[in-house]
């Protein structure tokens, strides 16, 4: 077995960089996750970063039950590939799937330290990923940019969850209503894609909620 973390040693002392990296997370039943998960996800836009959703393929295998394939990204720079892994390795009936994120340092700061803490890494491309990895997610990108792309799935997640009901104790309660949603509604922590950012949160929340244009809020 390749001990990576003895490689990522070698490299920093030769002062060198890796130039790519492929990590893969598999679902050998298809119960935790499968194609159509990350289709869903991508649907609802949880794959946007800076306000625009990454370029995506579909790959169908026309019900030869060999597997298909869902991309997300680019080739070149960062790009996740879904596949059917057991349809592909000959078992119609297997659910296995496999999870492929390939980080490429052509655009992005690639460090040796990926081959040390794989899961940091996959768990850090996209904030929805951190739920299929157990550990801290790390992000390649800033911490400005994660919650920014954090603060507006929150946005688009309470417009579309609650947002009617919202609307409802508004009209309800009128002057009242901040008061009771204090009291009933709002509780202490953090949302999950948000608890490994360190320093002060809420202002960088705030910074980023003001940059939402009204349209994209509503």
């Known amino acids: 077995m390749r001990s990576w973390p003895q490689v990522a040693n070698v490299l920093d002392d030769l002062d060198a960089r890796i130039s790519h990296v492929d990590i893969a997370i598999d679902d050998l ?58 349809k592909q390795l000959g078992d119609p009936e297997s659910g296995h799937t496999r999870c492929e994120l390939r980080l490429y340092a052509k655009r992005i700061d690639l460090p040796n330290d990926v081959l040390r803490n794989p899961g940091k890494y996959f768990a850090g491309s996209y904030p929805m990923l951190a739920a299929y990895v157990v550990g801290e997610a790390e992000r390649l990108l800033t911490k400005e940019q994660m919650v920014n792309a954090s603060a507006k799935a929150m946005v688009r997640f309470l417009r579309n969850q609650a947002g009617t009901a919202l609307n409802l104790v508004m009209d309800a309660l009128g002057d009242d209503a901040v008061e009771f949603l204090m009291e009933h509604v709002v509780r202490d922590g953090r949302p999950g894609r948000m608890k490994n950012v360190v320093g002060d949160l809420p202002a960088l929340v705030r910074a980023q909620l003001q940059t939402i244009p009204s349209q994209e809020a509503a």
């Not at 995506?56 to 996740?80: I, P």
Request: glycine share 14%; hydrophobic share 20%.
């Open 29 to 86: 039943t298809g119960e935790t996750f499968n194609l159509q998960t990350f289709r869903d996800l991508y649907d609802r836009g949880e794959f946007v970063m800076n306000g625009r959703p990454p370029q995506a393929q579909y790959v169908d295998d026309c019900g030869s039950n060999k597997g298909c394939s869902f991309y997300v990204g680019q080739r070149g720079h960062k790009q996740l590939n879904i596949y059917e892994k057991g």
